[in-house]
């Protein structure tokens, strides 16, 4: 088992930057899979980022591509969401989670998604 704790989250205006960091205890966190989510009220939760057990591949969603960029360091157990020019759609609670499949690269899915935080909030205001 891995567990995850976010942190990074806060209010920030729009144009602004937040960088969110996950701490992973547990078991080896260089075989797991991570991916970054996001939850609005009353929205289900979405697909951010997620990259690969080495780090050297990445993906995004389409809505922050180009602003945003995961990223972790596998000698200290930490994934991180580097995220720019914030808008106020970006509001939400940001998860990480983990994902121990073996023959998956990355996963853009929820489900796949095993462990999880319990979540940051990252406001940005308009």
């Known amino acids: 088992q891995v567990q995850l704790v976010e942190s990074g989250g806060g209010l920030v205006q729009t144009g602004g930057s937040l960088r969110l960091s996950c701490a992973a205890s547990g078991r080896a966190f260089s075989n797991y899979i991570m991916g970054w989510f996001r939850q609005a009220p009353g929205k289900e939760r979405e697909f951010v980022a997620t990259i690969s057990r080495s780090g050297g591949s990445t993906y995004y969603a389409d809505s922050v591509k180009g602003r945003f960029t995961i990223s972790r360091d596998n000698t200290k157990n930490t994934v991180y969401l580097q995220m720019n020019s914030l808008k106020p759609e970006d509001t939400g609670v940001y998860y990480c989670?983990?994902?121990?499949?073996?023959?998956?690269?990355?996963?853009?899915?929820?489900?796949?998604?095993?462990?999880w935080g319990q979540g940051t909030q990252v406001t940005v205001s308009s």
């Open positions: 989670a983990a994902d121990e499949t073996r023959g998956r690269i990355m996963s853009t899915t929820v489900l796949h998604y095993g462990y």
